[in-house]
């Protein structure tokens, strides 16, 4: 009884370590053990730097060094296709890229500086045009080619004084009455069975704070509303998910796009979303997307 109990106590600890091991992952010093359990890397992989044998000749790489140093080798994209720009990108270097492609016709919208699917969409179209990989990243090929065959865009190229200039309706705008908002245009528009009744331009929250994307509806309306969170005035807020809202930005109004909001959509005419806030319904459809 006494050896059977001492043999149960003895499986218990080797379980229980077993199980301490696997769940801390690994440790700075390996028990002494595991080195004849698990080769370690120097032995597993030949060094980087191939020397010489004792002849004088380089010595051969085992095949295993072969057949791990193939795949590594592949999948690490080449220095000359390595993209300068690409989907996601938010820069002034995009903004020129922009400016340049508006020139060239293969963008309708203006300059934002965000690398979204009209940028992508329309850098594919050029390498398409000029016989480059058409990947719709912009690397450094296709930079220079786009350079030669336009200018040097203007400020206000760069930054159009008019209004932002409306975005294609996303597929979901096209039925009922809704607010469809663009990212990438940073513009709203006001559509009514896929008629665009006003536009107005927009921006979102920061990085840390952003606007959420999908298809949402209008919660409530308040023509006069402050903040709980932030204690900042929302007029003409119409909230369609959770706490974020469309509604009126004087900082918008005063400072452009240097400012972000928390993750609400702001408008900087006060004009256009008054008369917005009078005729959206709750229960009325909102889409934003890029």
Partial sequence: MHRQKAIVRALGA?????????????????PAGAASAVPSASAA???????PSDDG??????????????????????????AIMANGDDSEQVRELQARLKQLKLMSV?????????????????QAKNGLPATGAVDAATWKKIQAMSKKPTADELRPPAVNEADAPDPRCMQGRVMCISKESRTLAWMI????????????????????EGEFSVGWKAKDWTSTIYHTPMP????????QAVHYSADFAARGYNGASHGCVNVRDKGKIAALFDQVKVGDKVVVYW
């Fill in 14 to 30: 080797a379980v229980a370590v077993a199980l301490a091991a696997t769940a801390c992952g690994p440790s700075e010093s390996a």
């Fill in 45 to 51: 992989e030949p060094s980087p730097s191939a020397s």
């Fill in 57 to 82: 000749k380089a010595a051969s790489p085992s095949p295993s060094a072969s057949q791990s140093a193939s795949p590594s080798a592949s999948a690490s994209p080449s220095p000359t296709v390595k």
């Fill in 110 to 126: 203006k300059p934002t500086g965000f690398y979204g699917s009209k940028t992508t969409s329309a850098v594919k179209s050029f």
């Fill in 193 to 212: 069975d896929g008629k665009i009744i006003s536009t107005m331009d927009v921006r979102f929250g920061s990085e840390n704070t952003p606007t959420r």
């Fill in 236 to 243: 003409y807020a119409m909230f369609f998910s959770g706490g």
